[in-house]
């Protein structure tokens, strides 16, 4: 049973470039959300997917917007990156939105230089 | 606004030995969840043990278990028999119920395990 993927792994980009990280979540859920995690900090949480809408966001800037697709995958974009978009992005998925229990994937560490 | 505080950046404890998390939050909601989660350096988050805040029984995951006092809003876990393999950095968190999942992460406990 594959858990939570994510790709890329690792990123580096520039300041001004967009970035897409995308994610599919474990068997069975249909429930994404997306975590940013800088460095020493726990996770923030940016939104929530569920029936490819947005249904909860969390203090981001618009800059950051997101996909679900019909198989439940979703994609992560970031717009105009700032060297703080430096971070540890984590993907978790649930059964269903009503599901506390969440289950992370690996993260995508992206460098903005 | 709903927070987490883990006072506790770092924590050591000898190999079989007993060591005790401390997390406190803040929330005016009478229902919600509480987690544990382990991040070790390969940044896999993995869920560590649960707690729903209408159950008064403390949940026990094998050597995991955490001891919630719901009225003083303090959700502490602890670790017996510690292993080499607890080394890592240990986050408590918050999921508000029934809203999706805002989670709130506190900002971690670095759990060091000496032999």
């Known amino acids: 049973d594959a858990g939570v993927t994510q790709s890329p792994t690792h990123l580096i980009k520039t300041r001004g470039q967009q970035v897409t990280l995308r994610c599919s979540p474990k068997s069975g859920h249909d429930t994404v959300s997306w975590y940013q995690q800088a460095l020493g900090q726990g996770p923030q949480f940016i939104f929530q997917?569920?029936?490819?809408?947005?249904?909860q966001r969390g203090n981001f800037p618009d800059r950051f917007s997101g996909h679900q697709f019909p198989n439940y995958s979703s994609e992560l974009n970031v717009n105009a990156l700032l060297l703080g978009d430096s971070a540890l992005y984590l993907c978790?998925?649930?059964?269903?939105?009503?599901?506390?229990?969440?289950?992370f994937g690996p993260g995508t560490r992206l460098l903005v230089l | 606004a709903q927070t987490v505080t883990q006072s506790q950046p770092e924590m050591s404890v000898q190999e079989a030995e007993t060591v005790t998390l401390s997390c406190t939050y803040d929330t005016s909601e009478s229902d919600y969840y509480l987690f544990w989660y382990k991040q070790p350096p390969s940044r896999q988050m993995i869920l560590v043990i649960r707690?729903?805040?209408?159950?008064?029984q403390n949940a026990t995951e094998n050597r995991f278990s955490v001891n919630f006092q719901k009225a003083a809003k303090s959700f502490s876990l602890k670790i017996s028999d510690s292993q080499l393999g607890d080394a890592a950095m240990y986050f408590c968190?918050?999921?508000?119920?029934?809203?999706?999942?805002?989670?709130?992460f506190g900002a971690g406990t670095r759990l060091f395990v000496k032999a």
């Open positions: 707690q729903e805040a209408y159950k008064q």
């Open positions: 978790a998925s649930s059964e269903d939105w009503k599901q506390e229990t969440q289950y």
């Open positions: 968190a918050y999921t508000p119920p029934l809203i999706g999942f805002k989670t709130i």
């Open positions: 997917y569920y029936e490819e809408e947005e249904r």
